[in-house]
């Protein structure tokens, strides 16, 4: 079946310093990819995502490329901040538009000042 | 932006009690919920589809009887932990999607459910 596959973490950084977090998948045709958030105490909202191969998806300074020769979809941020402490989930959904999401297990980011 | 609010944030019950943990739309209207389960340091695995006005699909290896799916409206739905157990302990989470336009609306989640049975 379908499977997510993210480095674990935990992930602690130092201001302005630069994010990557790992994402490789497992899917059969081609699959919608995203990435997620969960910033404490609050619910996953929906950082980014790509529906097609070398599409990229960015917001809040964090892009994520579909890379479909190598499977991956990494999120990378160029200069992190205290505030981006947070849990991110790479998730996919199957070809077809299925609604059901698959997620990884999740890295932790902590960004200290 | 859409708000999906999920009660209680944490419940600790004796095993052998039932819990429902509550999932609201708070402004949109919501055909579909699903219904997540997390253990620690796992990923979040679909328990089961909610839809408003039938029977909600459950996820293979999700028990029916023991976890109770209830989407009686377009903006709530419920799932009731029947005779929990100390191995039900876990994080729940519910997200919803838009009525309209459905198919290709985002998920939008709730702060989820800590459940711990002793």
């Known amino acids: 079946g379908d499977s997510v596959t993210q480095m674990e973490g935990p992930v602690t950084l130092s201001e302005e310093a630069f994010l990557t977090i790992n994402c490789t998948y497992t899917a059969t045709g081609y699959p919608s990819l995203f990435w997620y958030v969960q910033y404490p105490g609050e619910g996953l909202q929906l950082l980014l995502k790509?529906?097609?191969?070398?599409d990229k998806g960015s917001n809040k300074g964090f892009e994520a490329t579909y890379r479909k020769e190598t499977t991956s979809f990494h999120l990378e941020k160029g200069s992190v901040q205290v505030s981006d402490s947070a849990v991110y989930f790479c998730?996919?959904?199957?070809?077809?538009?299925?609604?059901?999401?698959?997620f990884g297990k999740g890295t932790k980011l902590t960004v200290n000042p | 932006g859409a708000v999906v609010s999920q009660h209680p944030s944490w419940v600790i019950c004796k095993s052998g009690t039932s819990v429902k943990i509550e999932c609201r739309s708070l402004d949109f209207q919501a055909t579909t919920m699903f219904w997540y389960r997390q253990f620690p340091k796992q990923s979040l695995m679909l328990m089961a589809t909610s839809n408003e006005g039938s029977k909600a699909t459950y996820e293979q290896g999700v028990e029916k009887d023991k976890f109770l799916i209830n989407h009686a409206s377009l903006t709530l739905s419920t799932l009731t932990v029947t005779s929990a157990h100390p191995e039900d302990s876990s994080f729940y989470i519910c997200?919803?999607?838009?009525?309209?336009?459905?198919?290709?609306?985002?998920?939008?989640f709730g702060n989820g459910t800590r459940l711990t049975v002793t």
């Open positions: 790509a529906t097609k191969a070398d």
């Open positions: 998730a996919l959904t199957s070809q077809g538009g299925s609604e059901k999401l698959v």
């Open positions: 997200s919803a999607r838009r009525a309209a336009p459905s198919y290709n609306s985002p998920l939008h």
